[in-house]
């Protein structure tokens, strides 16, 4: 490049990209797309101030890698100049492959498959175009590079993605709980055995990141708005295929239309149907949503309303199971007010559960690394016992209908 590029973040100020390939990627029409994709689906429904974007994210990302590798190389920590590139590029791409309102379409757009699956078939198509430049990025991503902490910094419990989402989400949603320390969690990042480690001085840190990931899973993530906002949504897509389906052609993009007729899985998913998911974004659900408002069908001209008029149904939410007998009665009340049959009743009540584990230590630990090299797991080094009980799952149970139905 001629000169270096910067971007204005609310977050970290200017974020700086020298890298010739990497501002190429960013310029790219696939990664341009992030730009229309929201970071937190629809939780500006509950926090109106959370209408940041996956491309927001990305660039957090790629300013925090350039924190993480100075520190690591002041601790004397090799990483050549191909290995940072190839960080960079992971982290820049590692959220690529969201489709519409990121995690609450995952399964509705196309079937069986993840979004890191997505992500890596866009490094792929990438790292042909920019001729095999993203190769590294690729193994690093994929955790088959020899290097592991080099993956565990783009995956893993204490990752760059957590690092920047937390701080970001919290900003942007307002909830101050969830405002991690990212700075001195990095200042005290560390490699043993080419594994990556947390000097012991930020145990504390570390605490403070494993809480406020709880506090803004069960105040912001899992709230139960968004929660129910997000199902809806997920019910809508349904339906419009159902409707598809059956003949009817519902106003939409020509890239939803062709996702709602094909019932694509992974197996499916090549570079054509790639390039026909990179034309999928959060204006294509809304502008169908605000078309289908009027549709002829109740169903899906009722969801849709209560999205677009920010209209929910009544949630309840509790830790035990909901009684057969009070759900029984519930769709009784329902299927006679709004005088629908039995299919049409699933997509107006429904039951579901949540489950949240802030830490867990069976597969991807947290390693403390004490200065005569020890190494402990966060909940043996802590003396908190409030972490060791966050590594236990919680479960919620949720119950869905219409407002103003029941007594």
């Given amino acids: 490049m001629k000169k270096i590029k910067i971007f204005n973040d609310p977050i970290y100020g200017f974020i700086t990209i020298q890298s ?26 509950v926090y109106p101030g959370a209408n940041h974007t996956r491309f927001h994210h990305a660039l957090g990302g790629v300013y925090l890698m350039q924190k993480v590798i100075d520190t690591l190389r002041m601790k004397n920590v090799k990483i050549s100049k191909s290995e940072e590139e190839a960080l960079y590029i992971a982290i820049l791409l590692h959220d690529i492959g969201h489709g519409p309102f990121s995690h609450t379409l995952e399964h509705s757009i196309v079937k069986n498959i993840q979004h890191e699956e997505i992500s890596l078939h866009f490094m792929e198509f990438l790292n042909k175009e920019f001729k095999e430049k993203l190769s590294l990025a690729i193994q690093i991503f994929k955790g088959e590079y020899s290097r ?34 990212s700075e001195r969690l990095i200042a005290m990042l560390n490699v043993k055995n080419e594994n990556l480690v947390i000097d012991s001085k930020g145990i504390y840190s570390v605490e403070k990141f494993i ?5 803004m899973y069960w105040q912001v993530y899992l709230h139960k708005t968004s929660l129910i906002a997000e199902a809806i949504l997920v019910k809508i897509l349904k339906r419009a295929k159902e409707l598809t389906k059956l003949g009817d052609k519902l106003l939409a993009s020509e890239a939803l239309q062709y996702f709602l007729k094909s019932n694509i899985d992974k197996n499916d998913f090549d570079n054509n149907r790639l390039h026909l998911f990179s034309k999928l974004d959060d204006n294509d659900i809304i502008s169908a949503l605000k078309a289908w408002c009027n549709h002829k069908d109740f169903v899906l001209s009722s969801l849709c309303k209560s999205i677009i008029n920010r209209k929910l149904p009544k949630v309840e939410m509790q830790n035990q199971k909901f009684s057969k007998n009070y759900f029984d009665k519930i769709e009784k009340t329902v299927a006679q007010n709004l005088s629908i049959n ?49 590594s236990k799952s919680v479960i919620k149970y949720f119950i869905c209908y219409p407002k103003g139905l029941l007594n």
């Fill in 211 to 215: 809480i406020a990931r709880r506090l």
């Fill in 148 to 181: 592991e902490f080099m993956h565990q910094l783009i995956s893993s419990q204490l990752d760059i993605d957590r690092l920047d989402y937390l701080k970001r989400d919290s900003f942007y949603s307002g909830v101050a709980e969830g405002n991690i320390n």
């Fill in 342 to 390: 039995k299919e049409q009743l699933q997509y107006f009540v429904f039951k579901g559960e949540i489950k949240n584990i802030a830490y867990s230590s069976v597969n991807e630990r947290i390693n403390i690394l004490y200065k005569n090299g020890d190494i402990a797991d966060i909940t043996e080094a802590s003396d908190n016992l409030n972490i060791q009980a966050l």
């Fill in 20 to 45: 010739a390939i990497v501002f190429k990627i960013i310029e790219h029409p696939y990664f341009q797309r992030l730009r229309r994709i929201s970071q937190m689906g629809l939780s500006y429904l």
